[in-house]
């Protein structure tokens, strides 16, 4: 009889966190035990399978599921002041400016589909993948996350610059403001709460519209930690993951050291690039042009 008391008692707990899951994690997805997929999906294996019949703004169908549309969004020079917006990164971070000249950032976490395209090129390492297509890309080490970005023509983005991007001229808190780490924005806190229970990777790169910076860059908080550049003995990764369950790990300036060889489910990267300067007729270099910034 006690048994069975416990197990009824376990078996209580494992609905009422089921049912505590915030409905509103997935977005325009929807909601299926601790993943969020496409309608027309269903869950196998902790996968979602089938070809969805529709997929979220910004976002293109595949037979194989839901895959992000990935642009390269320009950012423009400015002055960052690292930790400037926010109370608690006093005593977390050495506060600091530091001049930023353009350049473009991915607006998209590196995905299995792009990596696997990297790898029948014979440019990347070839690694284990959960199978979906648009997932982000995870249990790379720095420099096969550096690899990837020199195929795709770019680098990783140094410190100051995914701040900069993350946070922007006025420094904010989150990608998206001040305010508001709440699940409809962020992919987090999914394997022991706040937003979900029991979840064993990061969702769908992209899918949380509402988080995303006024750029049009998504997921620069949760889903998956993002590497940076760094010295050869240091290495450090940015915003969080899909795991974290604390707010203050999404943060802006928010910073992880984690050694430069670590495989990790809760990292991954995306891409920085250089813009040319470019030349005008009477041989000066002028400042790069405006490109068109995308829209969330």
């Known amino acids: 009889m006690a048994a069975l008391a416990a197990l009824a008692v376990v078996l209580v707990v494992i609905r009422a966190r089921r049912d505590s899951a915030d409905p509103a994690r997935c977005g325009a997805l929807v909601a299926m035990g601790a993943r969020c997929c496409a309608k027309g999906q269903w869950v196998d294996a902790g996968r979602c399978a089938g070809a969805p019949a529709e997929c979220p703004e910004g976002m293109q169908i595949t037979e194989t599921g839901c895959v992000g549309r990935l642009q390269r969004v320009r950012l423009p020079s400015g002055t960052l002041k690292s930790g400037a917006g926010d109370w608690e990164a006093q005593g977390r971070i050495t506060p600091h400016d530091a001049a930023i000249s353009p350049f473009e950032l991915d607006s998209l976490e590196i995905t299995e589909d792009e990596y696997v395209r990297c790898v029948g090129d014979g440019a990347c390492t070839k690694l284990p993948l959960r199978g979906e297509p648009g997932r982000p890309m995870t249990g790379l080490t720095r420099a096969d996350a550096a690899k990837y970005c020199a195929f795709r023509g770019g680098r990783l983005p140094s410190e100051d610059e995914w701040t900069w991007a993350a946070g922007g001229a006025l420094s904010r808190r989150y990608p998206w403001g001040d305010t508001g780490a709440v699940c409809r924005r962020v ?17 769908l790169a992209g899918s949380h519209r509402d988080g995303a910076t006024p750029e049009g860059i998504r997921d620069l908080a949760g889903n998956v930690a993002e590497w940076v550049a760094g010295s050869d003995q240091t290495g450090s990764v940015r915003g969080g993951s899909w795991a974290q369950s604390l707010a203050t790990d999404l943060r802006t300036w928010q910073t992880q050291a984690v050694p430069v060889d670590q495989r990790s489910a809760e990292i991954g990267a995306r891409c920085a690039y ?23």
């Open 187 to 203: 992919a987090w806190g999914l394997a022991g709460g706040p937003c979900g229970f029991g979840a064993e990777g990061p969702e």
């Open 274 to 296: 250089d813009l040319p300067p470019v030349r005008s007729d009477a041989g000066a270099v002028d400042p790069p042009p405006m490109l068109p910034l995308a829209t969330p």
